[in-house]
Antibody
């Protein structure tokens, strides 16, 4: 079955670089995209970026200058790196399988499976 | 960016009731809309895509409707396991954006 699992440090200092790993199973990174979504504590969801099956990426312009998403298909892993962390980057980070296709003129572009999330706190 | 406004922010209903959650887009999103359910302490789960298509495995008491800028999620015969926060997400234009959520509780 499809599974995603995030891992990474829970506590970061301001100005540091965050590195998270999403390990997937049950599907291939060369067939499906994987996106990262952040959720500040008690708040809503923010799409950060996606790496597509072909290896290209899309980023939210709000974090684009600080964010990099990459992958290792042989290990079924997707990586998020975000530099210059600030306290407002605190939250739960999810990776999710990103479905995107067009069928009879209808677009589909959503997240059908999610990891359990990893909580990241940025504090001095 | 397309802004998604959800209402109400919170909702309390009785078991067996029907509830409606609204999502208003800041511009026409041509039914490019998904709904997610996030139970307390859990990750979001996809309920609806293309505004009205039910994701596999989701109970039929959930349904979606709408067009243009106005969309709604309907839950029939409310059950205790429906306690959650519900989010809409537009995918008509990037960046993908979500509503701020509607927290559903049981009276």
């Amino acid at each position: 079955q499809v599974q995603l699992e995030e891992s990474g440090p829970g506590l970061m200092q301001p100005s540091e670089t965050l590195s998270l790993t999403c390990t997937v199973s049950g599907f291939s990174l060369t067939i499906n995209g994987v996106g990262w979504v952040r959720q500040p504590l008690g708040k809503g969801l923010v799409w950060m970026g996606t790496i597509w099956a072909g290896g290209s990426t899309n980023y939210n312009s709000a974090v684009q200058s600080r964010l990099s998403i990459s992958r290792d298909t042989s290990k079924s892993q997707v990586f998020l790196k975000m530099n210059s962390l600030q306290p407002e980057d605190t939250g739960t980070y999810y990776c999710a399988r990103h479905v995107r296709y067009t069928y009879y003129g209808y677009n589909s572009d959503y997240f059908d499976y999610w990891g359990q999330g990893v909580m990241v706190t940025v504090s001095s | 960016d397309i802004r998604m406004t959800q209402s109400p922010a919170s909702l309390s209903a009785s078991l067996g009731e029907t509830v409606n959650i609204e999502c208003l887009a800041s511009e026409d999103i041509y039914s490019d809309l998904a709904w997610y359910q996030q139970k307390p302490g859990k990750s979001p789960q996809l309920l609806i895509y293309n505004a009205n298509s039910l994701q596999n495995g989701v109970p039929s008491r959930f349904s979606g409707s709408g067009s243009g800028t106005q969309y709604s999620l309907k839950i029939n015969s409310l059950q205790s396991e429906d306690v959650a926060t519900y989010f809409c997400q537009q995918y008509n234009n990037y960046p993908l954006t979500f509503g701020s959520g509607t927290k559903l509780e049981i009276k």
